[in-house]
């Protein structure tokens, strides 16, 4: 639910190929992302509150190594929801 306001109320949409790091694990099971790259980075940083920092941290690199140029973070920590947006130019 959280994603698809965040879509729409930004007149944003998921491509098949956007690169999405996610700290949800029941992510690969929603149809919006069934085209995407999606890598879980808990598996490299663990659960914490600022886990999507490293996120932020991993999209850059990839920036640099692949030719995606709009990549999705989404983390979840307890009762927080974060869904982060990069478009490299």
Do not use: M
């Not at 998921?14 to 694990?25: F, N, R, T, W, Y």
């Not at 991993?58 to 307890?78: D, M, P, Q, V, Y």
Request: charged share 20%; proline share 1%; glycine share 4%.
């Amino acid at each position: 639910e959280n994603i698809s306001a965040f879509l729409k109320n930004n007149n944003l949409a998921i491509e098949g190929q956007d690169l999405v790091l996610s700290g949800l694990s029941e992510l690969k099971q929603l149809s919006y992302f069934q085209d995407n790259e999606i890598i879980d980075y808990k598996d490299y940083c663990g659960e914490f509150p600022t886990a999507s920092s490293f996120a932020l941290a991993l999209a850059i690199l990839k920036f640099k190594e692949t030719i995606s140029h709009r990549c999705w973070i989404i983390n979840k920590f307890g009762n927080h929801f974060s869904i982060w947006f990069l478009q490299k130019k």
